[in-house]
């Protein structure tokens, strides 16, 4: 797999059950352009919201992992997550008519065989990674709970497991590198334990579980009542038979197969960072709640890099821009003298740069100062806003219809004057992923290689109800 962006080269669909909401439920992954990610869309519900896999929109962790915007929410999507990282998908557009992932045979392997089948198509973006300057440790004590992540050339992972369990027992399993998923891991099945299965059927889960889609462990005896509870929620299990503590005669795949399907949701959940991870991870007793909340301090961490990253882009005047004055003008509402950005000389999905040339023909240098003419600093912030405001509405079908207002500016900070014949050049970085129309950045600004101002900046899009459409 080369360094670029892979998106899938056909698209791709699966039917199957939910496996806590057991409704039948049809998935389509569809290729999708450069810097898009993964995305999901309800196409079941109407105006076919759409749901961004990010670990910021994680709203639930009961025996899965959902996603949710707005009240559209798609669960139990770690497996397919996996699938996706597994096989070098960076972008893809997922169709699905109902709120849960269909759990297929209770692994990645059914969507790892799809997408080698449609196959897969290189983008001409590069790939983005996540590189750690230090080690990040999630540790939940009262549940044994470790996840540890040093920072590494490449990912790594590393699991141990220990349910007290004399059928699992203790048990290692290690991903040495993510090309070797699909052999090694994509076939291990979710697991359970035959007296959890009671609890979980009263708490309104599992409804689409059978002994064909997860590994049902049998390591102590369970009460006749239960046994008989269990039979009538699952008539398949009637005749119990069990191999090795597995019920059913079922064979496991691995030795360590419990342990390896830990690490495939691992992978699926570190998937909602929309970066590939350069760390070796080592995580003893992971679940989806250790694995969301350890991916919010990498993210965290993410965001605090970003912040140091003082480094001015790349400005080549001779280069034709991304955005020119009259395709600027088409989309911000701002017009001379208030129109502050001359040219975007880039943008990606969460980072915007754009540049202004400061003159002496400059409306306020008449009065800010006479004899020392310097930009305002609140003009400087608004020059920094509309090139923000390029990228917030960039991600609308009709920015024309749509306007930016300031909610907040934190953390200003002028570190030198800026003066006629200087060219400011506006580097702006998402972070926090764009959501109900909040958009939330940080913004440095250069005249040269120096640093003059940085701040964080959060603005409203919304749509003008004057416009009629």
């Keep these: 797999m080369s360094d670029k962006q892979h998106t899938l080269?056909?698209?791709v669909t699966l039917t199957g059950k939910g496996l806590h909401t057991g409704q039948e439920v049809t998935i389509t992954l569809n290729p999708a352009p450069e810097n898009h990610g993964i995305v999901f869309c309800r196409t079941d519900i109407e105006g076919k919201p759409t749901v961004k896999a990010d670990v910021d929109f994680v709203t639930a962790l009961e025996r899965s992992t959902t996603i949710a915007i707005d009240g559209?929410?798609?669960?139990t999507i770690e497996h397919c997550m996996a699938a996706l990282a597994g096989t070098g998908i960076d972008n893809a557009l997922i169709d699905i008519n109902g709120?849960?992932?269909?759990?297929?045979?209770?692994?990645?392997k059914p969507f790892v065989d799809a997408f080698e089948k449609a196959g897969l198509t290189e983008q001409a973006a590069d790939r983005q990674y996540i590189e750690l300057k230090e080690t990040i440790t999630y540790t939940d004590a009262e549940r044994g709970v470790e996840i540890m992540a040093i920072p590494a050339d490449s990912f790594r992972l590393t699991v141990m497991v220990d349910y007290k369990s004399p059928v699992v027992g203790l048990q290692y399993a290690t991903l040495t590198n993510l090309a070797d998923f699909k052999t090694e891991v994509s076939a291990c099945r979710t697991f359970v334990f035959l007296h959890e299965l009671k609890a979980l059927i009263e708490n309104n889960l599992i409804k689409g579980g059978d002994v064909n889609n997860a590994l049902v462990i049998a390591d102590r005896p369970l009460a006749e009542a239960d046994m008989g509870y269990l039979h009538k929620a699952f008539p398949q299990m009637a005749n119990i038979e069990v191999n090795k503590g597995y019920i059913n005669n079922v064979t496991t795949?691995?030795?360590n197969e419990p342990a390896r399907h830990k690490l495939?949701?691992?992978?699926?959940?570190?998937?909602?960072?929309?970066k590939r991870l350069k760390a070796h991870v080592f995580a003893t007793r992971p679940g989806h709640a250790a694995n969301v909340s350890f991916a919010k301090l990498v993210k965290a961490e993410m965001k605090k890099q970003a912040k140091q990253k003082t480094q001015a882009p790349a400005y080549n005047p001779n280069e034709t821009p991304l955005y020119d004055i009259n395709r600027i003008m088409a989309i911000l509402p701002h017009r001379p003298p208030f129109?502050?950005?001359?040219?975007?000389?880039?943008?990606?999905?969460?980072?915007?740069?754009?540049?202004?040339?400061v003159t002496m023909n400059e409306p306020f240098f008449e009065g800010h100062f006479p004899g020392?003419?310097?930009?305002?600093?609140?003009?400087?912030?608004?020059?920094?806003?509309?090139?923000?405001?390029?990228?917030?509405?960039?991600?609308v079908p009709d920015p024309e219809n749509y306007s930016t207002y300031f909610l907040k500016i934190d953390g200003v900070k002028f570190k030198d004057k800026v003066v006629p014949g200087d060219t400011l050049v506006?580097?702006?970085?998402?972070?926090e992923p764009i959501r109900r129309g909040i958009v939330q950045m940080h913004g440095e600004a250069f005249v040269g290689n120096k640093l003059v101002m940085e701040a964080d900046l959060m603005a409203l899009v919304t749509k003008e109800k004057n416009t009629g459409k």
């Design 372 to 395: 020392n003419p310097v930009m305002p600093g609140v003009l400087q912030i608004e020059a920094m806003a509309q090139a923000g405001g390029i990228l917030a509405l960039s991600t």
């Design 99 to 108: 709120p849960e992932v269909p759990i297929l045979d209770g692994s990645s």
């Design 253 to 255: 795949h691995f030795d």
């Design 339 to 357: 129109l502050l950005v001359d040219k975007i000389i880039d943008m990606g999905e969460s980072h915007v740069v754009g540049v202004k040339s």
């Design 72 to 75: 559209a929410s798609i669960s």
């Design 426 to 431: 506006f580097k702006l970085i998402l972070t």
């Design 264 to 274: 495939l949701d691992i992978v699926g959940d570190l998937a909602l960072l929309g």
């Design 9 to 11: 080269a056909a698209p």
